[in-house]
């Protein structure tokens, strides 16, 4: 044979099977070969949809010719023959001869061509088994990529947990501090008391659990009008976390004047939680 070629079955797309010139043999520069085939297009093509080998001596004047010193001139004969395994189609491979094949040399082509599908075979193993380690190794590199950043994640959680805690201890004593020696009073984002100390209560002449559970506004024998402009402090003072408030009430004793200091509680996502109050009454500096 003075001509060969090799096509290889390319598969990575299941839905477009084709078949890929890789190497070829004796053709002239001349000569382009077409790289690649589909099933059932062209000698090649019909080949691997046949599954068997195609064998003819009258070479189509175009088809393709054999160089050489003395020139050019048609193919004795072609063969093409499928490298099959198990029914699958793994190559293709033509040859051309000036000279017409003997008997015993297709017989031949058809033993040996078993023998190169199974190499074929093995190889496409070994270059899969290959890339299903490469992606298993990268797969568990970038798995320890992420565990070393969870572990990251989680010290600098715990470190804020840990630096929130102390920041809390440090607030809750404060706060106790400041409920043993100011009129103290808690609220919830809508308004409502959900912690008082005895000072809040005797300046509003109240007992706790008068107060408790109301909402602001209606503390203090207020009037509509000062129950609507309370209603109105709050609804600014979600959008201002530090607002005061004065105003006159009504106990059963008398008339006085406080002011109110509110302050908001935030949480981490900057939004308040909850509100606390330290109420200043401002008859006993008149007095």
Request: glycine share 6%.
């Amino acid at each position: 044979a003075q001509q060969g070629v090799f096509y290889l079955i390319n598969d990575n797309d299941k839905n477009h099977i084709t078949y890929d010139k890789i190497a070829s043999e004796g053709y002239s520069q001349k000569i382009q070969l077409q790289k690649s085939y589909e099933s059932g297009e062209g000698f090649i093509g019909q080949c691997a949809y046949e599954g068997d080998k195609i064998y003819f001596e009258n070479v189509p004047e175009k088809y393709v010719k054999i160089t050489s010193g003395l020139g050019e001139s048609l193919p004795g004969s072609i063969i093409i023959f499928p490298l099959k395994l198990n029914d699958e189609i793994l190559g293709i491979i033509q040859i051309d001869s000036l000279n017409k094949l003997k008997k015993y040399e297709i017989d031949f082509i058809d033993k040996v061509s078993d023998t190169i599908a199974s190499t074929i075979n093995g190889v496409r193993i070994n270059i899969k088994t290959t890339q299903l380690l490469e992606q298993s190794q990268q797969q568990s590199e970038e798995l320890a990529a992420q565990e070393e950043e969870m572990r990251q994640n989680m010290e600098e959680m715990e470190a804020t947990q840990e630096e929130a805690g102390k920041r809390e201890g440090k607030f809750n004593s404060l706060i106790s501090s400041v409920k043993a020696a100011i009129a103290f009073a808690e609220f919830d984002v809508d308004g409502k008391y959900i912690d008082v100390n005895e000072k809040y209560c005797n300046i509003l002449g109240l007992t706790r659990d008068q107060i408790m559970g109301k909402y602001h506004w209606t503390i203090g024998y207020v009037t509509d009008a000062a129950k609507t402009e309370i209603q109105e402090f709050w609804s600014e003072l979600r959008n201002n976390p530090k607002k005061s408030l004065q105003r006159t009430i009504k106990t059963e004793d008398a008339e006085i004047e406080i002011v109110e200091k509110f302050n908001a509680i935030i949480d981490f996502d900057g939004l308040p939680k909850r509100y606390i109050s330290l109420l200043i009454n401002m008859n006993e500096f008149v007095n």
